[in-house]
């Protein structure tokens, strides 16, 4: 298929390097985003105007109405969906000539859910990635199309992940594009179900670090799940409830076994901010959030924070 049209569908900047890929390949024909959030649709917005072809925003009350009348419009090929938020009916699967695919930024089937990018961080998975599956009737169920990984360590953020996936995707669009315009068929392989595993979507009320219970790891794979899209998970010293961004793990000498996890046992510009933690190593509380702005976290000193004061 030497010219072949490709439509987008998106609610995320993570489509944008697949979106750059697509107007070089000038396979692009159309944009489409929900109408969640403002800043997307500005964005998604402007680029179809840069790239002068149609855009439309999707409305949930009507969504799957305006799917379709935009598909009928469209007349794509193909569509690349990249984190939409919404299931897509059964009704439009069949407009697209060659079909839909879902480029998911985790990995499948193993990290299905709303959020794989926040789930393989939390859960401290080794490895990462993006799987390309056909959209059917069922979220994040569909067959394999491709499915690559990537190596994640300890010290990746959200937003770090988020940018390499983005880029994995850019790539794994390039391969696809070139697949189709070399009329090579697009191989699709069923989803290993004994190996599913369904993350749902977790409460920002959920997020907190519990003290007693956690160690070292679990909190900073939490806390780094988390940034940069929330203010910190929260914390309590003093009355006082602060964000806690980033943090590093640190070795203490000697026994520990008699500190209450989440004690602080050094606050100073040469230690930083160390919290005692229920695996008998401390944390560095690198980057904290308040009211007053973001700081390291030893600079809670100057609210009268003191050593020996407990985090809740």
């Known amino acids: 298929m030497s010219s072949i049209r490709i439509a987008l569908l998106c609610n995320n900047k993570m489509a944008l390097p697949a979106l750059q890929r697509m107007q070089n390949e000038q396979v692009l024909c159309s944009i489409a985003t929900a109408d969640k959030d403002h800043e997307i649709v500005l964005l998604y917005k402007e680029k179809a105007k840069e790239y002068n072809v149609p855009y439309y925003k999707i409305s949930y009350k009507s969504y799957k109405e305006q799917l379709q009348q935009w598909l009928e419009e469209t007349k794509p090929d193909i569509v690349f969906v990249m984190t939409f938020p919404w299931k897509i009916p059964l009704s439009v699967f069949s407009i697209p000539k060659i079909g839909m695919l879902n480029f998911h930024y985790g990995l499948l089937p193993e990290m299905r859910g709303a959020d794989?990018?926040?789930?393989?961080?939390?859960?401290?998975?080794?490895?990462?990635?993006?799987?390309?599956?056909?959209?059917?009737e069922e979220l994040d169920e569909g067959?394999?199309?491709?499915?690559?990984?990537?190596?994640?360590?300890?010290?990746?953020t959200y937003g770090m992940l988020c940018s390499q996936m983005a880029h994995l995707g850019e790539s794994m669009t390039g391969q696809i594009i070139q697949k189709i315009k070399e009329n090579i068929d697009i191989v699709a392989v069923p989803q290993e179900e004994d190996k599913a595993v369904y993350w749902p979507r977790i409460g920002r009320e959920q997020l907190e670090v519990r003290w007693q219970e956690m160690d070292s790891l679990t909190i900073k794979a939490l806390v780094r799940s988390c940034n940069p899209i929330t203010k910190g998970i929260r914390i309590n010293v003093n009355n006082w409830n602060i964000g806690l961004i980033d943090v590093t793990e640190v070795n203490i000498d000697g026994d520990t076994s008699s500190?209450?996890?989440?004690?602080?046992?050094?606050?100073?510009?040469q230690n930083g901010l160390l919290v005692c933690c229920k695996d008998g190593k401390a944390l560095k509380l690198e980057v904290?959030?308040?009211?007053?702005?973001?700081?390291?976290?030893?600079?809670?000193g100057y609210f009268g924070i003191t050593p020996g004061m407990i985090f809740s």
């Not at 926040?118 to 390309?132: D, L, M, N, P, W």
């Not at 067959?143 to 990746?156: A, F, K, N, T």
């Not at 209450?260 to 510009?269: H, R, S």
């Not at 904290?288 to 809670?300: D, F």
């Open 116 to 136: 794989p990018v926040f789930e393989s961080i939390r859960q401290r998975k080794s490895i990462a990635g993006t799987t390309v599956h056909i959209v059917n």
């Open 288 to 300: 904290i959030y308040t009211e007053e702005g973001i700081l390291p976290g030893y600079k809670i």
């Open 259 to 269: 500190i209450v996890p989440g004690t602080i046992i050094a606050l100073d510009l």
């Open 143 to 156: 067959p394999i199309v491709m499915r690559q990984e990537i190596p994640l360590s300890s010290d990746h």
